[in-house]
């Protein structure tokens, strides 16, 4: 077998790795090993649906060396006045530029795409899915896990129900290579995958009343103009929060104050949604998914066939032509969160809430910058991705908790000033700007209370 070395073998070249090597190599005098089983850089976007865009806005994604985008804002559509959000090529583009000038350029990043890597005992083995030849890689310093909290998304994860034979059943992507339209589309979930399908299909011309939404819970979802790199808004944003969770008496009362403040969005105002992965959703996309009335409330589904829609409480007739579309998978997981800095490992998680590429080009600059992984996992305690209202509360305490912690540092917190995948950032010309010290007075006011309030909302059953 052949054998190469490296300071950092670093799994997963996605959005978490590619964010992680970018602030590393910047701060550090490092050599690099990227490895991913994809033939290229930009990880889930790979196989998402065509006419995917980013939920937020460009500039909060990608590395922190390079700006993704203009920095522009929309002039024209419904969203004039909020940030660019960048569609899928422009993404994929991206992360190959950034791969190929930025890192193997720099002679500091070897990338090894489309290779399978695992352990074999203390040793590390990658193996082109390609050749099939493998290479042992030593690492002087730390193997990277950049996967950890990798997405799950329908088109790489079969639905969630049995599919019969005779069954019309297709993942999201499928919608954009149709060659006859349905009579009846069955949209499958919950979440965010699922309102991008139906934004897209009626804005192709198909009639609400010809879409069926499947949804088994609903959804609070995070309202996309307070979630914009401009720290009054971003201040505002966390002012809303603290406030609402200092006086929310409960978990219900929490979303219903938030919602009352415009940070919080619901499709239907008579249901109270228990479901809180808080995809970002903007106001107009809010507009049209009210017009969908064909609302399945039925539980999770069991199974499809081409008749019928077999549900956990019931069951659906299917018109003749109709076509089930999953939308269905988990989307961000929540595996068990553990410490970022291992002896053998580093395992990429976040610290802050959301806002994974900020996250790991933070943990890049840390592993850069400190020589010590006690300190390094006091900076950056791993947080979670929430999927129901009580772990929000919880992912919002634990990122305030955690931003308060590594915002006490001098140089990090310069650093962070500087990037623009900070959600957070407060640029120095805006420092003195009256509404940004406003906003940041009403957040520091309501930030004690908000957070014992978290804290108590947290551990509700
Ligand atoms: C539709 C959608 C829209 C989103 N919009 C936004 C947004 O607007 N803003 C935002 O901040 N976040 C957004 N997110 C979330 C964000 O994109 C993800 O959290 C992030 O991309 C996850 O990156 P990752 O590197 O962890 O995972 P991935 O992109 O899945 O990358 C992990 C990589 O690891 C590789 N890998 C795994 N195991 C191995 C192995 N053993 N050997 C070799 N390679 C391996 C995989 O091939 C994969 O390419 C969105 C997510 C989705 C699904």
């Not at 002039?75 to 006045?81: R, S, Y």
């Not at 896990?145 to 909290?149: E, F, I, K, Q, S």
């Given at each position: 077998m052949r054998t190469a070395e490296t300071d950092y073998l670093v799994v997963g070249a996605g959005a978490m790795g590619m964010a992680f090597t970018d602030a590393l190599i910047d701060h550090a005098d490092v050599h690099v090993t990227l490895v991913d089983?994809?033939?290229?850089?930009?990880g889930h976007w790979q196989d998402a649906y065509p006419f995917v865009q980013l939920h937020q806005a460009s500039l909060f994604y990608g590395v922190a060396s390079t700006v993704l985008g203009t920095g522009a804002i929309q002039?024209?559509?419904?969203?004039?006045?909020l940030q660019e959000r960048a569609h899928q090529p422009e993404i994929e583009a991206y992360y190959g530029d950034v791969l190929r000038r930025r890192f193997v350029g720099s002679g500091r990043v070897t990338f090894l795409g489309g290779c399978e890597h695992r352990t074999e005992g203390s040793a590390h083995v990658v193996t082109s899915r390609v050749s099939g030849e493998s290479t042992e890689v030593r690492v002087r310093r730390r193997v990277v896990?950049?996967?950890?909290?990798s997405p799950k998304i329908p088109a790489t994860t079969p639905p969630p129900f049995g599919v019969a034979d005779d069954a019309h059943v297709v993942a999201i992507n499928d919608l954009a290579r149709l060659e006859t339209a349905a009579t009846d589309y069955v949209i499958v979930g919950s979440g965010k995958t699922a309102t991008d399908g139906i934004v897209w299909l009626v804005g192709n011309g198909v009639e609400p009343e010809r879409i069926v939404w499947v949804r088994p819970r609903d959804p609070w979802m995070l309202n996309r103009?307070?979630?914009?790199?401009?720290p009054v808004v971003a201040f505002g944003l966390v002012a809303d929060t603290m406030e609402a969770a200092a006086e929310a008496e409960t978990l219900d009362d929490l979303f219903l104050r938030l919602e009352a403040a415009g940070v919080m969005l619901r499709v239907d105002r008579e249901a109270t949604p228990t479901m809180a992965r808080t995809p970002t959703l903007g106001a107009w996309e809010l507009d049209l998914l009210r017009t969908?009335?064909?609302?399945?409330?039925?539980?999770?589904?069991r199974h499809v066939t081409a008749r019928e829609i077999t549900f956990a409480e019931g069951s659906i007739a299917l018109a003749p032509g109709a076509l089930v579309v999953h939308c269905a998978a988990e989307g961000l997981p929540s595996p068990p969160p553990m410490p970022i800095w291992q002896p053998e490992l580093i395992c990429l998680q976040t610290a802050r809430a959301g806002f994974p590429c900020f996250n790991a080009a933070l943990l890049g600059y840390v592993e850069a910058t400190r020589d010590d992984d006690r300190e390094r996992n006091r900076l950056c305690p791993p947080n979670v991705y929430s999927n129901d209202r009580a772990s929000w509360a919880r992912m919002q305490l634990l990122g305030a908790q955690a931003a308060r912690t590594f915002g006490a540092e001098g140089d990090i917190v310069e650093w962070a000033n500087r990037c623009a995948l900070n959600p957070a950032r407060l640029d120095a010309s805006r420092r003195d700007d009256p509404a940004v010290r406003a906003a940041s007075a009403r957040a520091a006011k309501h930030m004690e209370e908000g957070l014992a309030g978290l804290a108590t909302l947290a551990d509700e059953a």
């Open positions: 089983r994809r033939h290229t850089a930009s002039q024209q559509g419904p969203e004039a006045g896990d950049a996967h950890y909290l103009a307070v979630v914009q790199p401009d969908i009335e064909r609302v399945v409330r039925l539980g999770h589904i």
